[in-house]
């Protein structure tokens, strides 16, 4: 069903965008594929929202939306509901469960990244939460509250950039120690109303066993991910950018004399999309470029106009490269970036030959996405 109760604000704050059917499906499918013994777990889901995910009797839901679990007792009125915020003093005595019951968690729970610029002026509810569970994502404190009450199964939606960027992985603490990814698909973030519509990002439909030896960062490099529309995809089969140049302000150890251009900050590929390449002018968030990486900033302003032909389910990687391809053609990059930036001429010397660049280019990124290349 689709959230109907809430202003837009509270639909921003409170993460409040339900699940359509066939998602739920998906996720049943998964426990049934991997849990033969079904009827055996308690299946709670603790942001339940108007209960789309609570299916059979031994079902518990749980809210901090009132008038969510209202709705949701009337869609299924044999489930167990608790109003309460799923992330504040957590255990299985919330839920009225003991250490020997069996748990299965499912659901869609919120994630509002607090630090990110998306939407960030509406980005008001500060929600109390366990000091063990806290993150400046409501999202993976969800994650951490699972991980709390010793779940044995997990299967949730929530951003691949969880899972897939470094910083966020090492973010998931005791979950990552405790939980490993053994099924998955990725959908886009588009099936749900109120979302971006311009710039989609991907969303995993992940399943999670509770397993002691977890999961390491190299473990999901090397996970191969599944998307609905029936495309497959490994992060390490990927060389990316920031092995060979810096995405992040480099003020502290790039001096002004050696700089000839700035680069506006470039933290993934949706991003890129949104901001942009070479600027003007010095500021906190941009990269002084140097003589010799110069090149790289110029892939990078080109990269950005293959975006449309990047798929969705890409849109929080890291800009891909082919290194050794490039540099082989990296003077059809330099020629192509100097036409959009007539300020780097002066850096930036090409001979005629190079003038016609664009076939030699777009035969390098359909090379670089392979059947991923969106046409």
């Known amino acids: 069903m689709e959230q109907k109760h809430l202003n837009y604000k509270d639909t921003i704050n409170y993460g409040s965008y339900y699940t359509p059917e066939w998602i739920v499906e998906i996720v049943y499918d998964f426990l049934s594929k991997h849990i033969k013994t079904l ?60 250490n020997k019951d069996k748990i299965i968690i499912v659901g869609n729970p919120p994630y509002n990244d607090t630090t ?20 400046r994502d409501l999202g993976i404190s969800f994650l951490l509250s699972y991980n709390k009450i010793q779940a044995d ?14 910083t966020n992985f090492e973010s998931l603490g005791d979950f990552k120690k405790n939980y490993k990814l053994i099924d998955s698909m990725i959908i886009s973030s588009g099936v749900f109303s109120e ?41 390490k089969q990927y060389d990316k950018i920031s092995n060979y140049t810096t995405k992040y302000p480099n003020q502290k150890y790039v001096s002004k004399n050696e700089t000839i251009a700035y680069f506006w900050t470039m933290r993934d590929i949706n991003a890129l999309k949104r ?46 490269i082919i290194n050794d391809e490039f540099l082989k053609i990296k003077e059809y990059f330099l020629r192509k970036s100097l036409e959009k930036n007539p300020e780097l001429s002066k ?7 190079f003038a016609y660049s664009n076939d030699i280019i777009e035969k390098y990124f359909k090379n670089l996405l392979g059947e991923h290349y969106v046409d």
């Not at 990110?116 to 993150?135: C, P, V």
């Not at 850096?347 to 030959?353: A, L, P, T, V």
């Open 347 to 353: 850096y930036i010397i090409c001979s005629n030959e």
């Open 275 to 320: 901001t942009k390449t070479f600027v003007r002018e010095e500021s906190y968030n941009t990269i002084r470029v140097t003589k010799k990486n110069l090149p790289y900033y110029c892939y990078v302003d080109i990269f950005k106009d293959y975006i449309p032909h990047i798929p969705y389910y890409f849109g929080n990687c890291d800009i891909m």
């Open 153 to 166: 199964y997990v299967c949730i939606l929530h951003p691949l950039s969880y899972l897939i960027k470094k």
């Open 116 to 135: 990110s610029i998306i939407r960030n002026k509406i980005k008001q509810k500060n929600f109390l939460r366990d000091y063990d569970i806290n993150s």
């Open 39 to 98: 009827n055996e777990y308690f299946i709670i889901d603790t942001s339940c929202g108007y209960g789309a995910f609570l299916r059979g009797e031994k079902t518990i839901g749980a809210d901090i939306d009132e008038v969510a679990l209202f709705i949701a007792k009337k869609n299924n009125p044999r489930c167990t509901y608790f109003k309460q915020n799923s992330l504040l003093n957590v255990s299985r005595t919330q839920y009225k469960l003991s």
């Open 195 to 235: 979302t971006s519509k311009s710039t989609y990002f991907p969303i995993i439909i992940a399943f999670y066993e509770r397993n002691l030896n977890g999961m390491n960062y190299d473990y999901i490099c090397n996970y191969t991910f599944k998307t609905y529309e029936g495309k497959t995809f490994c992060i």
